[in-house]
């Protein structure tokens, strides 16, 4: 079955930038994402990439599609301490679902 | 425009009770998804609708059924809980529901299950 992979956790010092890195199983998704989710909020769409598309940038983040080797990454450009969330990939295939992956939680240390 | 709303946001029941969430989508949004946030199993989908129908189902028991109204609003039911149903439950929801449409998700809804 279709399967989102994530590493668990990433800290990083606030200015640096930082890559999560995701990979995914169906090479027929349409659409891939980035949400963010902060303490008891909801999700929050970041980016998304087209299929078709291996990069795509949009002010600190910067996303890279692989497709040969199924590889998504989101880069967040000096990354600030309200960066620390948790992010989370997302494939999106026939009709409506999201298939996520289990999430990285960023931590941004001062 | 107001965002996806959902109420409650928190929820404690007992085992064997059941429990309604309701989700009111963004204005003009005819699609409306469910998810389902645990610790260990992390997101998963639940069901989508549209037009009051239900369009495409996630791998989750019978216990766990919902409805669109005509408005678009959406509740879902869990019927005798089990404490493994605590979780998060997410609304989603999207225009017509189509690969291109962004989905817009609400803050959720914490159920407990003592």
């Known amino acids: 079955g279709e399967d989102v992979e994530q590493s668990l956790f990433l800290s990083v010092r606030e200015g640096d930038s930082s890559v999560i890195n995701c990979t995914y199983t169906?090479?027929?998704?349409?659409?891939l994402y980035w949400y963010k989710q902060e303490p008891g909020a909801g999700l929050q769409l970041l980016t998304y990439?087209?299929?078709?598309?291996d990069m795509k940038q949009d002010q600190r983040l910067t996303v890279l599609l692989n497709k040969k080797d199924k590889h998504l990454s989101l880069r967040i450009a000096d990354t600030q301490t309200g960066d620390s969330a948790i992010y989370f990939c997302?494939?999106?295939?026939?009709?409506?679902?999201?298939?996520f992956g289990g999430g990285t939680r960023l931590m941004v240390k001062p | 425009k107001a965002g996806v709303t959902q109420t409650p946001r928190y929820l404690i029941k007992t085992r064997g009770q059941q429990v309604t969430l309701s989700c009111s989508p963004i204005s003009g949004h005819r699609s409306v998804s469910w998810y389902q946030q645990t610790p260990g199993q992390g997101l998963q989908f639940l069901f989508e609708y549209f037009s009051e129908t239900q369009r495409n189902k996630g791998n989750f028991p019978g216990r766990f059924s919902g409805r669109q109204f005509s408005n678009s609003r959406s509740e879902m039911n869990v019927s005798t809980l089990e404490l493994g149903d605590s979780a998060l439950y997410l609304c989603?929801?999207?225009?017509?529901?189509?690969?291109?449409?962004?989905?817009?998700f609400g803050p959720g809804t914490r159920l407990t299950v003592l």
């Open positions: 989603a929801s999207s225009l017509e529901g189509t690969s291109w449409d962004e989905q817009f």
């Open positions: 990439i087209f299929s078709n598309m």
């Open positions: 997302a494939e999106r295939e026939a009709g409506n679902m999201l298939t």
């Open positions: 169906d090479s027929s998704s349409t659409y």
